[in-house]
C-alpha cells in the first residue's frame, strides 16, 4: 500500500495496513510525532511487512552522486551544509492547516534535514531554530517561515530556511576543505537537476535531465518484498527526521537550543541504490489542485 494521505493521517493507515497483512510505502513525512512513527514501525513489525518511507531522492543520480562525493573525500574534509527550500503555497492547501500534519518543516524542511545527514553521514547532536510569520491569514496556523540550525558532533554544522511564502527555490551547497557541491535545483521532481562542482578553483558542471522519480522508488520497494531485504529508507530513518522536526519546532517556540538524543542510523542511501527511468509528462489532475500557487 502506497499511503499518500496528509500527514496526521500517516500512522493510523499505516497501523491498519499492517494489520490486514500488507506491506507499507508512507509519504514523508513518515508522521507528525515520534510516538505515531514507534507505532507504524511496532505494527509492521509484529506483523511481518515490510516499511519504507517514500524518499524518492534515495535513488535519484544527482542525489546519490553528490552522496558518494562526499563520502570518499572528492570535497576534503566536510564543514558545513546549507540550503534554501521555498514555494508560494495555495490558499487553503492541506500543508497549511495544522491538524493535517502542516508546516513547512514537515512538508519540505525533511528534504534538507535528510539531504544534511547524508551527506555529512553524521546525526545531529543539537538543533536550533527560528520561525517567523508576517501575518498572512492563510498560513496563520503554521510557520509561514523557518531558520534551522542543526550542530553535528564532528564540528560540522548544517543550516537551512523553508518558506510557503516566497519564491520557488530548491537548492543546497556543501563545503569541504578543498570543494565544494552546489546543487541548484536539488529537490524537484517536475525539471532535471543539475550542480556544480568546484575543486581548487576548477569548476565542472553536471546536468542530469528529467527522469521519472517515483517508479525507482516502487521498483526498490517491491524488490525488497520479493527478495525479503529491509528497506532503505526504513521506519526508523524516517522516524529520525521527525524527531528532528519536533526538535525544531520545539526549538523556535522556546527560543532555545534544544540537546538530542544519540541516534544510532541503521543505513544511509548509496549508489547501489540508484534507479533511472525516463522522465514523464505530468499527468492531468482531477479533481484537485497544485499545492503551489501564489497567495492572496
Known amino acids: 500500500m502506497y499511503i499518500a494521505l496528509p500527514n496526521s493521517m500517516h500512522a493510523e493507515y499505516t497501523v491498519r495496513a499492517a494489520r490486514a497483512g500488507v506491506h507499507v510505502l508512507c509519504e514523508k513525512p513518515m508522521a507528525v510525532t515520534v510516538g ?7 505494527a509492521c513489525r509484529t506483523a511481518g511487512v515490510k516499511l519504507m518511507i517514500a524518499y524518492r531522492l534515495h535513488f535519484e543520480t544527482l ?9 570518499r573525500g572528492d570535497l576534503g574534509d566536510l ?13 487553503g492547501d492541506i500543508r497549511t492547516k495544522r491538524a493535517y500534519g502542516g508546516g513547512t518543516l514537515y512538508d519540505i524542511g525533511v528534504y534538507c534535514i535528510n539531504a544534511a545527514r547524508n551527506l555529512f553521514r553524521a546525526e545531529p547532536t543539537h538543533v536550533s531554530a527560528t520561525s517567523v510569520n508576517s501575518g498572512l491569514a492563510s498560513l496563520s496556523e ?3 517561515t523557518t531558520a534551522a540550525t542543526l550542530r553535528f558532533g564532528n564540528g560540522q554544522v548544517a543550516t537551512f530556511v523553508t518558506s510557503f ?9 556543501i563545503v569541504g576543505t578543498t570543494g565544494d557541491l552546489h546543487a541548484d535545483p536539488a529537490y524537484e521532481y ?19 535531465g528529467k527522469r521519472d522519480q517515483f517508479a525507482p522508488e516502487l521498483l526498490y520497494f517491491s524488490d525488497c518484498i520479493l527478495n525479503n531485504r ?35 542510523g541503521d543505513s544511509h542511501p548509496s549508489r547501489r541504490q540508484r534507479i533511472t527511468r525516463p522522465g ?17
Do not use: W
Open 36 to 42: 505515531e512513527c514507534r507505532r507504524m514501525i511496532t
Open 63 to 71: 542525489n546519490l552522486g553528490a552522496i558518494e562525493l562526499a563520502r
Open 79 to 91: 564543514k558545513y551544509f546549507n540550503s534554501s527550500f521555498s514555494m508560494i503555497v495555495r490558499r
Open 142 to 144: 503554521i510557520d509561514e
Open 165 to 173: 511564502h516566497a519564491a520557488d527555490v530548491a537548492a543546497y551547497r
Open 190 to 208: 517536475a525539471e532535471g537537476l543539475e550542480y556544480t562542482l568546484t575543486r581548487e578553483g576548477r569548476k565542472t558542471q553536471k546536468r542530469f
Open 230 to 264: 529491509k528497506p532503505e529508507p526504513s521506519g526508523e530513518e524516517g522516524m529520525q527526521d521527525v524527531r528532528i522536526v519536533q526538535a525544531l519546532y520545539q526549538s523556535a517556540k522556546s527560543g532555545k537550543t534544544v540537546k538530542l538524543s544519540p541516534f544510532a
Open 280 to 296: 514523464i509528462r505530468k499527468p492531468q489532475l482531477v479533481k484537485v489542485q497544485s499545492a503551489s500557487a501564489h497567495l492572496r
